[in-house]
C-alpha cells in the first residue's frame, strides 16, 4: 500500500497542472483575427518579401491591422490586390507591375575571364573566395544563384550572364536578394531603358576589360531631355520615375552600355 501515497501526489499535481494549464490557455489566448485565413488565401505564398514583410503570413497580418494598403504584393498585382480589397472592404489602389534586370552584359564577347575558378560552381562560392573570376570584379558571376532561386523560371544564363524574361518575370525582387554583386533592379514595367553595367571603376580601366562597360563620360547626362539620368562613382544611372524611353541616351552612349530591358530565353 506504500506505493499509493506516490501515485496520488503524482495524480493530484497533474491535474492541478492540468487545471492551471486550461485557466491559461483561456485568459492568455491571443485572438485571431476570422478574417485572416480569407485574406491569407489571397496572397499567392511565394514568401519573397516584394512587399516589405517576411512573407506573406506577416503582410496578411499588418493588413488586418489596416495599416497597409494592399497593392504591395508584387507577384499577385492588380488580381490579389482587387481580391485584398474586396476581402477587408477598403479601397483598392493601382498597381504597378515590375520586372527585374541584370545590369550587366559582361558575356564572352565583350570581357574575359581573369583566373579560373576552381571551386564550388556557385555566385556565392566564387564572390566570397575570389571575388568572381571575371575580369570586371563588378559584373555577373554567372553561376546561376539567382536562376535556381527564381520561383517562376524567368531568369537564365546566356553566354555566361543571368538575363531575365521580361514577360515572364513578376518582379518579387527574390533574384535581387539572391545576387551576391547585387546587379540587378527591380523596375516598373513603364521603364524600358536601363544601363546594363555596374562597374564602378574609371574609365580607362573599364575600356581594357569590358567592350560595352560603362565608362563614366557623362555623354547620356549631357543629352537627356528629361534629366533622368546621374552620374556617380564612374557609373551612369537612370532614374525610371523621370525616364520618358524616348532612347536618346542609347544613340548618344558611345560604348553601347544602354539598352532596351528585356529578353527571352533565346535572345539576348
Request: a neutral charge; one cysteine or more; hydrophobic letters at 35%.
Amino acid at each position: 500500500m506504500d506505493f499509493l501515497t506516490p501515485v496520488l501526489i503524482v495524480t493530484v499535481i497533474g491535474l492541478l497542472a492540468g487545471l492551471i494549464l486550461t485557466i491559461a490557455s483561456k485568459f492568455m489566448a491571443v485572438k485571431v483575427d476570422e478574417r485572416f485565413d480569407d485574406v491569407r488565401n489571397c496572397l499567392p505564398g511565394a514568401n519573397c518579401g516584394a512587399c516589405g514583410y517576411a512573407g506573406c503570413d506577416q503582410y496578411a497580418e499588418a493588413l488586418l491591422k489596416g495599416d497597409v494598403p494592399t497593392n504591395l504584393c508584387v507577384p499577385g498585382g492588380a488580381g490579389t490586390a482587387s481580391e485584398l480589397s474586396s476581402v477587408l472592404g477598403v479601397e483598392c489602389s493601382a498597381v504597378t507591375p515590375k520586372y527585374a534586370f541584370v545590369k550587366c552584359n559582361g558575356c564572352s564577347a565583350n570581357t574575359q575571364k581573369a583566373v579560373d575558378f576552381d571551386g564550388p560552381k556557385t555566385c556565392k562560392a566564387a564572390a566570397v573566395y575570389y571575388g568572381g573570376d571575371n575580369a570586371c570584379s563588378y559584373g555577373c558571376l554567372g553561376y546561376g544563384d539567382c536562376v535556381a532561386a527564381c520561383p517562376y523560371d524567368a531568369i537564365h544564363l546566356i553566354d555566361g550572364v543571368a538575363k531575365v524574361d521580361k514577360d515572364v518575370c513578376v518582379g518579387c525582387g527574390i533574384c535581387a536578394n539572391t545576387c551576391p554583386k547585387s546587379i540587378i533592379s527591380i523596375l516598373p514595367v513603364t521603364s524600358t531603358v536601363a544601363v546594363q553595367c555596374s562597374s564602378k571603376d574609371k574609365g580607362a580601366v573599364v575600356r581594357k576589360i569590358c567592350t560595352v562597360g560603362c565608362i563614366g563620360c557623362g555623354i547620356c547626362v549631357k543629352n537627356c531631355p528629361s534629366g533622368a539620368i546621374t552620374l556617380a562613382n564612374n557609373l551612369a544611372t537612370i532614374d525610371p520615375e523621370k525616364c520618358t524611353n524616348c532612347g536618346t541616351c542609347i544613340e548618344k552612349c558611345p560604348v553601347h552600355a544602354i539598352h532596351i530591358t528585356g529578353c527571352s530565353k533565346d535572345n539576348g
